[in-house]
């Protein structure tokens, strides 16, 4: 499984910015795609899960109401679009996959087998 994860830049506060993350080395039909985000001496936090098949979608505290998970399977890509964007959401944001997970389970990192390599996100004037 590969995961590459892009979209990333500096943007303004209150702007918006969408990631993706493209997943690829098998089918993903049975597998939770999830998005976590790691700020400099912070653990690694829980931003948004979608199950490849059905759709199920989780979000975590830290950007709920100010972003959206969404799929698109014939392109074996996930995105996060993020609105309102605060100087504290600076991080580098991961994707990552996991296979036959359960929906309590999608903001556990441990619960994940695969990891991409990471986008920075950088909010500032």
């Known amino acids: 499984v590969q995961l590459q994860a892009s979209g990333g830049g500096l943007v303004q506060p209150g702007g918006s910015l969408r990631l993706s993350c493209v997943a690829s080395?098998?089918?993903?039909?049975?597998?939770?795609l999830g998005w976590f985000r790691q700020a400099p001496g912070k653990d690694r936090e829980f931003v948004a899960g979608i199950r490849w098949s059905g759709g199920t979608t989780k979000y975590g505290d830290s950007l709920k109401g100010r972003s959206t998970i969404a799929k698109d399977t014939t392109k074996n890509t996930v995105y996060l679009q993020m609105t309102s964007l605060k100087p504290e959401d600076t991080a580098v944001y991961y994707c990552?996959?996991?296979?036959?997970?359960?929906?309590?389970?999608?903001?556990?990192?441990?619960?994940?087998?695969?990891w991409g390599q990471g986008t920075q996100v950088t909010v500032s004037s």
């Open positions: 990552a996959a996991a296979p036959r997970l359960i929906h309590s389970m999608f903001g556990i990192p441990s619960s994940y087998e695969h």
């Open positions: 080395g098998r089918a993903f039909n049975d597998y939770v």
